[in-house]
């Protein structure tokens, strides 16, 4: 397993801000992602975080909009852009361990509940 | 391609009785099955796992099948406790990205 801290826990932005995101686990990892969970919706990958490349962004999300930074294997950054009222979701960061019989599992972080007004 | 479906919520439970949500995968090859849980204001925590056909995986009292035959691994418990209220995500992953894909989510509130 894995523990990971998020900073900030929650926060309010105003309208066209930008927010930056941090996450840090206690173990070297070679794979983070970063999640976005609307109010009472499901999980959606944003991106992978890959550590000394750009990351690599799902469908629908831009590096513009959510520019990432993975500058070690134990620390990740998300910076949500130019924020919108719809960019008000609970944000996760996750990593992926090696866990029993060669299988991987994720462990997330306790996530950052944005608010943009 | 891949994908999760589970049961919609909210389930609504007295204290001590019996747990299932359901939930049926679509996967190429032979992914890895995950519940895992969301407490209020918290984040998601793997509750349990199986990688392969019939592997069964248990943790607090809950347990999951992975079914290949139905294509589904249903969460259980036996008898669930308020402590247990939380949305409950089904997951899976499979092919050479290890990517998770979630189901929607199912909240459970268990009543004294």
């Known amino acids: 397993s894995a523990v990971i801290s998020q900073k900030p826990s929650r926060d309010i932005c105003q309208r066209g801000t930008s927010l930056t995101i941090q996450c840090q686990v206690d173990?070297?990892?070679?794979?983070m992602f970063w999640y976005r969970q609307q109010p009472g919706q499901s999980l959606t990958l944003i991106a992978t975080?890959?550590?000394?490349?750009?990351?690599?962004?799902e469908s629908g999300f831009v590096i513009d909009k959510f520019p990432i930074s993975r500058p070690n294997l134990t620390f990740s950054t998300l910076t949500v852009s130019n924020m919108s009222p719809e960019d008000s979701s609970i944000y996760l960061c996750?990593?992926?361990?090696?866990?029993?019989?060669?299988?991987?599992?994720?462990?997330f972080g306790p996530g950052t509940r944005l608010t943009v007004t | 391609g891949n994908s999760v479906t589970q049961m919609e919520g909210p389930v609504t439970l007295s204290e001590e009785a019996f747990l299932t949500i359901n939930c049926t995968y679509t996967?190429?090859?032979?992914?890895?099955l995950f519940w895992y849980v969301q407490y209020p204001g918290e984040g998601l925590q793997l509750l349990l796992k199986?990688?392969?056909?019939?592997d069964k995986g248990s943790n607090k009292g809950f347990e999951a099948t992975y079914r290949k035959e139905t294509t589904s691994f249903h969460l259980e418990k036996g008898s669930v406790q308020v402590s247990d209220s939380a949305v409950y995500f089904c997951?899976?992953?499979?092919?050479?990205?290890?990517?998770?894909?979630f189901g929607t989510g199912t909240l459970l509130a268990v009543q004294p």
């Open positions: 996750s990593v992926e361990t090696s866990g029993t019989s060669g299988t991987y599992e994720q462990y």
């Open positions: 173990s070297q990892v070679t794979m």
């Open positions: 975080a890959n550590q000394g490349s750009e990351a690599t962004y």
């Open positions: 996967a190429t090859g032979y992914p890895s």
């Open positions: 199986a990688t392969k056909a019939d």
């Open positions: 997951a899976l992953n499979g092919g050479a990205t290890n990517k998770l894909i």
